[in-house]
């Protein structure tokens, strides 16, 4: 049997588009379960947390033009742990 996520199913997390009576329904007919917490929780949703740090990373060197930016993003993006 296959799961999503609570979103899916209640309007408590702001995407009405996944609480409409025909998704609704189609769930059912999928025989989906439907998991107890948000599809955007943080701890769900890792690469917010790798964003967060490259775009501080960026933020210290103060890029002042385009190029600059792009190659400090490249940059700090290599340094970023690979795990």
């Known amino acids: 049997m296959k799961t999503c996520s609570r979103a899916l199913r209640t309007s408590d997390w702001g995407d009405y588009k996944h609480t409409a009576k025909t998704t609704q329904?189609?769930?059912?007919?999928k025989?989906?379960?439907?998991?107890?917490?948000?599809?955007?929780?943080?701890?769900?949703?890792?690469i917010e947390h790798l964003?967060?740090?490259?775009?501080?990373?960026?933020?210290r060197c103060s890029p002042s033009n385009?190029?600059?930016?792009?190659?400090?993003?490249?940059?700090?993006?290599?340094?970023?742990?690979?795990?």
């Open 25 to 29: 329904k189609w769930l059912q007919d």
């Open 31 to 46: 025989s989906l379960n439907v998991l107890e917490w948000p599809s955007q929780s943080p701890d769900l949703n890792l």
């Open 51 to 59: 964003l967060k740090n490259l775009k501080i990373a960026v933020q």
């Open 66 to 83: 385009l190029t600059e930016l792009e190659r400090i993003c490249r940059e700090e993006w290599e340094k970023l742990p690979k795990y």
